[in-house]
T-cell receptor, first 109, second 114 residues
Framework: RKEVEQDPGPFNVPEGATVAFNCTYS??????FFWYRQDCRKEPKLLMS???SGNEDGRFTAQLNRASQYISLLIRDSKLSDSATYLC??????????FGRGTSLIVHP | DGGITQSPKYLFRKEGQNVTLSCEQN?????MYWYRQDPGQGLRLIYY???????QKGDIAEGYSVSREKKESFPLTVTSAQKNPTAFYLC?????????????FGPGTRLTVL
């Protein structure tokens, strides 16, 4: 199966910073994309879906670039509580969702 | 409350023993999945089921078995043939098995084989 790749980090940023993660996918047939958040020793939880037109939810913005086959997640005004691992997912058609390994974010005071 | 549950949260077994992990959902979802996660690694698909009485192997099915006799239940058995079973096991479900549906995860089971 095709892969989804992410920079594992960790991204170490101060509170209030803006941070961006990218995720590349190799299956051009992928149709649906998601970002999940996973706290240490917990299950992943959906953060947001990624639409072709991009979407925003408060401090979080997700973008999709089909031509270059990557999706991005932008977090503005980082909070300590944003510290977690962010998992990128690509799926579509009959394909089972493929998860990236995750990007670790550490927000410090 | 609708959701997906896994039990037990922690499980310890001796090497060579089979063990069954429970996964139940009351979300009326058709599709269910089992993943394994090792420290610092992503989720790897073990088995998935898109409908009752049907299931398919994922990327790392060797040493595992499943059943899907009821829509709400998808138990995973870790057999003695699994070479390195110590890991965090996550069960998930989605409305359909078409890939584009959001997956909802249970809290996971941490299996340690001594």
């Amino acid at each position: 199966r095709k892969e989804v790749e992410q920079d594992p980090g960790p991204f170490n940023v101060p509170e209030g910073a803006t941070v961006a993660f990218n995720c590349t996918y190799s299956n051009s047939a992928s149709q649906s994309f998601f970002w999940y958040r996973q706290d240490c020793r917990k299950e992943p939880k959906l953060l947001m879906s990624v639409y072709s037109s991009g979407n925003e939810d408060g401090r979080f913005t997700a973008q999709l670039n089909r031509a270059s086959q990557y999706i991005s997640l932008l977090i503005r005004d980082s909070k300590l509580s944003d510290s977690a691992t962010y998992l990128c997912v690509a799926a579509g058609g009959s394909y089972i969702p493929t998860f990236g390994r995750g990007t670790s974010l550490i927000v410090h005071p | 409350d609708g959701g997906i549950t896994q039990s037990p949260k922690y499980l310890f077994r001796k090497e060579g023993q089979n063990v069954t992990l429970s996964c139940e959902q009351n979300l009326n979802h058709d599709a269910m999945y089992w993943y394994r996660q090792d420290p610092g690694q992503g989720l790897r698909l073990i088995y998935y089921s898109q409908i009752v009485n049907d299931f398919q192997k994922g990327d790392i099915a060797e040493g595992y078995s499943v059943s899907r006799e009821k829509k709400e239940s998808f138990p995973l058995t870790v057999t003695s043939a699994q070479k390195n079973p110590t890991a965090f096991y996550l069960c998930a479900s989605s409305i359909g098995g078409r890939g584009r549906d959001t997956q909802y995860f249970g809290p996971g089971t941490r299996l340690t084989v001594l």
